[in-house]
């Protein structure tokens, strides 16, 4: 069964430190997501994008978050200058339509610390 | 922002039986509403969803009972096994892009 990749799985970073956070969706998804659940807390939607751009983004995708599909097959974010509050799982997901009938496809996470 | 509340964080059913997890939503706006399944370590998979259209949605051992009056939706899983124990989400979702989840419900079957 087709999967979503993420890369690192674990990731522990100095507070200001910029990370990116890797993930290969599945082939002939369009649409692409991130979200974050922070330790205890839900699973929250930070931006979806289509079409080599932003299509929505949530009040915590702040100016210190970015997006980019740099070839036809990654999606990365990015955040420049980490916060202790960003620590977090941040799971990508992709979805072949923007129709919710079967749902998307979730990514196992990775794991960011920030210290 | 409670828009999309689970208000059971456990339930524990035995094997065989019936298991009801309930989700409650505040935003008329919604349109769809999908159940995931997670287990640690992994992301959240995808189970079942119901467009506001339906009121029932029925996959093999899942059901998903939408209520838009009572703004309520329920997933059923008959017969649960202990391979169902996992943490459930309900999630909703506006103009078909963005889920808005809950809190989940770790669901735990006995043998």
């Known amino acids: 069964e087709p999967e979503v990749t993420q890369t690192p799985s674990h990731q522990v970073t100095q507070m200001g430190q910029e990370v990116i956070l890797r993930c290969v969706p599945i082939?002939?998804?369009?649409?692409f997501y991130w979200y974050r659940q922070i330790l205890g807390q839900k699973v929250e939607f930070l931006v979806s994008?289509?079409?080599?751009?932003?299509?929505?983004k949530s009040e915590i995708f702040d100016d210190q978050f970015s997006v980019e599909r740099p070839d036809g097959s990654n999606f990365t974010l990015k955040i420049r200058s980490t916060k202790l509050e960003d620590s977090a799982m941040y799971f990508c997901?992709?979805?072949?339509?923007?129709?919710?009938?079967?749902?998307?496809?979730f990514g196992s996470g990775t794991r960011l610390t920030v210290v | 922002d409670q828009q999309v509340k689970q208000n059971s964080p456990s339930l524990s059913v035995q094997e065989g039986r019936i298991s009801i997890l309930n989700c409650d939503y505040t935003n008329s706006m919604f349109d769809y509403f999908l159940w995931y399944k997670k287990y640690p370590a992994e992301g959240p998979t995808f189970l079942i969803s119901i467009s506001s259209i339906k009121d029932k949605n029925e996959d093999g051992r899942f059901t998903v009972f939408l209520n838009k009056s009572a703004k309520h939706l329920s997933l059923h899983i008959v017969p649960s096994q202990p391979g169902d124990s996992a943490v459930y989400f309900c999630a909703a979702s506006p103009r078909a892009q963005k889920l808005v989840f809950g809190q989940g419900t770790r669901l735990t079957i006995n043998p």
């Open positions: 994008f289509y079409n080599n751009e932003i299509s929505e």
């Open positions: 997901a992709s979805s072949v339509s923007s129709g919710q009938l079967y749902g998307y496809t």
């Open positions: 082939s002939n998804h369009l649409y």
